[in-house]
């Protein structure tokens, strides 16, 4: 009992102090890092449900865009971990609850954004000629379903030729197909202008908002709306026939056909629902970028997300939360900062032990680094806990 | 269509074909043997290769500021090079072994591959790292010997640098060694009895952890030379350049047949050959609709589409027998 | 009147070897045991059964309707289900999450049942979770269903399995070996479940079995095979002192001894 007080004392202080931290010392990253742990800490604590969930209703949709007023970067780095957190939840059904390693997720989030990029600006009048376009702003609403639609059919097309290959095979298909969808996207601007190469789509409608709020607290609040609903089908695919067969086929496809699972059926199930995720914030990244191009759809990002899955606990849905938040602002604001503060300190002509930073060649640059911190997290966790940091736990029922 | 034309690209397409395969051939080996020892990806294979170039590049650059790039003969300097990048490749692809993927050896198929997709982006990093702060630059060019540059007429429409020649000489040369090590020694007798079955191997004397180590220098090793003479061939390289070539190689081995090392040498040839094809006739062929730029979509293509229709390759897979 | 299940001339060849050649059977209810020495391709048979392996040459129907082409799956809807030789859980799942993954092929739920998750949901969901349990009980694996499938005592482990089997339904259930590294006890009663398994669901039953004590209490019918080939048929008395069958696994010589044997021994 004495602990539950405690720990419900404690949650509530830490988000509130955290978040006063914030607005005190509004560049510092480490309060922010700390407002990000105290939620951290309220997932974890042993606290009644209502509380926790009035604590992050309380911090998501009050403080946060708070903070946004005080600091307008935060704000941004929340948007972006909202979207990596939906992207990661996509990734977590295919590789983490089905078990099927697809290196090329970063397509469905490329078809996703150039879906709404091209018909939501004038670049359409390009392909079909005239000035029909771009489509009325309030369009995007319905683009958000076609977004997931276009995505979960690309999911299935690709599916279809991939999915009795064995686990290592499918997953260098799915790199290729990856590749080939980021080459065309590069190469699209011929015969037909499809894509406009490298040279990217803009500009880009963005939704007319209610109320006149201004699109960075918009954006905010629609990707942590679009989080929620997926966070939810993802809970109910999980705890229902539809996971557990995905989580029979990733442990033993062949015992699991023979008990009456249709393989492919549920594989291409797998794919189509991971790639809708992606379908749908490709439309919103799409928007609140104004500007895409295919530099945002490469390898990198698709093994990214593969580090934020494998990070939090593969077929754990509060481990893809966990996973997409760390990976994410590790990459926005701790390498960034790193690079920032390195900056700061060569031009005060700080030395260590003698030999002065301002000496370190111009080329080293540590927000250039996310290939490194992605590539340490995958092996070490690999070797030391390969069930992630937040491990999908087992259902336990009251069984009568 | 301009036939001519096409036929009067003809032999110099053959030739870069040619270049082209038995470098995909050389990085081809070390994926195809390490497949064959351990049903693995190594991943991590294509930094391995730039590796190589990349102490190459160091050597060469570190000669030429020393003056004594012009000084030493075209042939030594290639020999110390291609050398130098094998030693580093073999050994780095040993410690890549014993660090990250021997932990794993009894874990399911994807942790391992997963690791080995780590240490991929993880090297890739490093080399940025390193170079960033030694020379400040990690987009480097190969310095120019030229020796190495001047073209050998073979008809009077034909011709081809020396360094073409010398790249072919080179992959043969240690393509016909690797053969005879992996056919004709006793070494290469225990890399085949391990790769066909570890357990009984190991019931044998073989010690597995070794011959695996072994397997991974030499097929690093071949890899490095290759970075080395695709650094010549090529002239630029910077840390993310191993990326596309490895994936064709594995596309080549793939083609061959996995674990089989004449497959991996056929696959890569024919890989190679295929993509010089693919980047000149076809933006001839589709009025520049489509152009070289596609090749790289060619080669992903054909890797799709050998994994799902041919998966055993041209000359079939050469793996472990299972339970 | 068309058997329940009738497999006519099965034939299957890998590369060069022959494991199963021409073999007939008949199944019309009851419980039937396969035996013979190993590597007769009994597992082979079961796999051509269940649908894992398509015959070179024979056809296999059950209640009239071939089940030539048709993947594992299907063929669990149709009403076969089986166990395996070595144990195939989905280790990491717990016991009644096992079973419930048997039940995939009788769910009524579409994925709109699922996202929504309306009544409809909740309550075809109770009710397989309720059946769930029942299953458990019946192996007598109750109070189980929480226990992570991996950490389950062996013994568990292979009455688990049946009731996974038995979450899918079936009217034929095939058992493969499913009282190997038992002791006499468990396999005891798991006779007992069995016999109560036909008489209290009509199931009929097919077993791959070593323990000749297990087959002999159990089988109202035994069929031998050895080296690919059907070498006897019938009751289990008959079969026993059959002298081919007796040579198949004692070799030769053996039956002469065997028949004399007997002849002072009664």
Same mark, same amino acid.
């Given at each position: ?53 009035? @604590? ?123 590749? /080939? ?47 929620? /609903? /997926? ?74 997300? @593969? ?94 | ?6 036929? $009067? ?25 390490? %497949? ?35 000084? =030493? ?160 061939? %090529? ?19 793939? =083609? ?24 000149? %006739? ?11 730029? %596609? ?20 000359? $079939? ?7 | ?48 059964? *269940?649908?894992? #392996? ?21 063929? *669990? ?76 005592? #062996? ?93 198949? #696994? ?17």
């Amino acid at each position: 009992m004495m602990t539950r007080v405690v720990h419900a004392v404690l949650a509530v202080a830490a988000v509130g102090l955290s978040a006063a931290a914030v607005s005190i010392f509004p560049r510092s990253i480490l309060a922010f890092l700390l407002f990000q742990g105290s939620l951290l800490f309220v997932y974890l604590a042993r606290i009644p449900g209502w509380l926790r969930l009035g @604590l992050f209703g309380l911090a998501l949709l009050v403080l946060m865009p708070l903070i946004g007023f005080v600091n307008g970067y935060y704000l941004e780095v929340a948007t972006q971990v909202g979207i990596f957190v939906a992207l990661a939840l996509g990734l977590n059904i295919v590789v983490g609850l089905a078990g099927l390693l697809d290196l090329g997720y970063v397509a469905f989030f490329a078809v996703g954004a150039y879906s709404w990029a091209i018909v939501g600006s004038p670049h359409a009048n390009l392909i079909f000629g005239g000035s029909g376009f771009p489509l009325p702003a309030w369009t995007f609403y319905a683009f958000l379903l076609v977004g997931l639609v276009v995505a979960a059919a690309t999911g299935v097309l690709l599916g279809l030729p991939v999915l009795r290959l064995r686990g290592d095979y499918l997953a260098i298909v799915t790199l290729g197909f990856g590749e /080939v969808i980021r080459v065309l996207a590069n190469n699209l601007d011929k015969p037909i202008n499809l894509t406009n190469g490298p040279r990217g789509i803009t500009p880009i409608s963005r939704p007319p908002t209610a109320f006149g709020v201004p699109y960075s607290e918009y954006f905010y609040f629609l990707v942590l709306a679009i989080v929620v /609903v /997926v966070v939810l089908a993802n809970r109910r695919l999980e705890d229902s026939h539809v996971g557990r067969a995905w989580e029979a086929i990733r442990e033993d496809e062949l015992a699991a056909q023979a008990m009456g699972v249709p393989l492919v059926r549920m594989k291409l199930l797998a794919f189509a629902c991971g790639a809708s995720f992606a379908g749908v914030m490709g439309v919103v990244f799409s928007a609140k970028q104004v500007f895409i191009n295919p530099e945002s759809f490469t390898f990198l990002e698709s093994i990214g997300v @593969l580090a934020m899955v494998i990070l939090g606990g593969m077929g754990s849905i509060p481990g893809a939360v966990l996973g997409a938040t760390v990976v994410t602002v590790l990459n926005l604001q701790v390498l960034k900062g790193l690079s920032l503060w390195l900056n700061e300190l060569k031009n005060a002509g700080v030395t260590v032990l003698g030999f002065s930073l301002a000496d370190l060649p111009t080329q080293f640059e540590p927000a250039k680094y996310e290939r490194m911190i992605f590539g340490v997290i995958l092996v070490l966790m690999m070797i030391l806990r390969p069930q992630g940091i937040l491990p999908a736990r087992r259902r336990q029922r009251e069984l009568a | 269509m301009d036939f001519e034309l096409l036929v $009067g690209i003809l032999p110099q397409v053959l030739i870069d074909g040619i270049i082209l395969g038995f470098m995909y051939a050389l990085i081809a080996l070390g994926y195809t043997m390490v %497949y064959g020892v351990l049903e693995f990806i190594n991943f991590a294979h294509s930094e391995i290769f730039i590796v190589g170039a990349f102490v190459g590049v160091e050597i060469l650059l570190g000669l030429k500021a020393a003056g004594l790039l012009e000084a =030493l003969p075209w042939p030594l300097l290639l020999l110390i090079v291609v050398l130098a990048g094998m030693t580093v490749s073999g050994l780095l692809a040993v410690a890549i072994e014993r660090a990250a993927y021997r932990p794993l050896r009894g874990a399911p198929r994807l942790i391992p591959l997963i690791s080995a997709i780590g240490v991929s982006f993880f090297l890739q990093d490093v080399i940025r790292l390193v170079e960033s702060i030694w020379r400040n630059a990690f987009n480097l060019v190969y310095p120019t010997i030229d020796a190495l540059n001047e073209r050998f007429e073979i008809t009077t429409t034909i011709d081809v640098s020396v360094k073409s020649l010398v790249v072919i000489a080179g992959a043969l040369l240690m393509l016909w060694v690797l053969h005879a090590l992996v056919n004709r020694t006793k070494v290469g007798t225990a890399i085949r009895a391990v790769a066909e079955d570890q357990a009984a191997a190991s019931l044998m004397g073989i010690d597995v952890n070794r011959i695996i180590a072994l397997t991974f220098l030499i097929g690093g090793a071949m890899g490095g030379a290759a970075g080395v003479l695709f650094g010549v061939q %090529y002239g630029l390289i910077n840390p993310y350049t191993g990326f596309v070539p490895g994936l064709k190689a594995f596309t080549a081995a793939v =083609l061959g047949g996995i674990g089989n090392i004449p497959g991996a040498m056929i696959g890569g040839i024919v890989l190679g050959l295929l993509e010089a094809f693919a980047a000149s %006739y076809l933006s001839l062929l589709t009025g520049g609709a489509f152009g070289a730029e %596609y090749k790289d979509i060619f080669a992903f293509s054909m890797l799709i589409l050998i994994l799902i229709f041919r998966p055993k390759g041209l000359l $079939g897979e050469i793996v472990r027998e299972r339970a | 009147m068309t058997a329940l299940f009738e497999a006519r001339g099965v034939t299957k060849r890998f590369g060069g070897l022959t494991a199963v050649s021409g073999v007939d059977f008949v199944l019309a209810g009851g419980i039937a045991s396969i035996i013979g020495p190993n590597g007769a391709g009994k597992t082979t048979l079961f796999n051509v059964f *269940t649908g894992l #392996y398509e015959p070179d040459a024979g056809t296999v129907t059950f209640r009239g309707r071939s089940l030539g082409g048709l993947r594992p799956d299907q063929i *669990t809807a149709l009403g076969i289900c089986r166990t395996f030789q070595n144990i195939r859980l989905f280790g990491n799942m717990t016991a009644a999450e096992n079973v419930l993954v048997g039940m995939h092929a009788r769910v009524p739920l579409s994925l709109w049942d699922v996202l929504s998750r309306g009544p409809r949901f909740r309550r075809v969901e109770s009710r397989l979770w309720t059946r769930a349990a029942e299953l458990l009980e019946r192996v007598g694996l109750r109070g189980a269903g929480n226990e992570v499938a991996r950490n389950l005592p #062996y013994g568990d482990q292979r009455r688990l399995e049946i009731a996974r089997a038995l979450a899918s339904e079936p009217t034929l259930l095939l058992l493969d070996e499913p009282t190997a590294g038992m002791t006499q006890a468990e396999a005891a009663t798991l006779m007992a479940l069995l016999r109560s398994l036909v008489a209290d669901l009509g199931l009929a039953v097919l077993l791959i079995e070593h323990n000749m004590r297990v087959v002999m209490g159990v089988s109202d019918r035994v069929t031998v095979l050895d080296h690919g080939e059907k070498i006897a048929e019938g009751h289990p008395q008959e079969v026993q002192a059959n002298p081919r069958v007796i040579e198949a #696994y004692l070799g030769r010589g053996w039956a002469g001894r065997a028949r004399s044997h007997r002849a002072d021994g009664q």
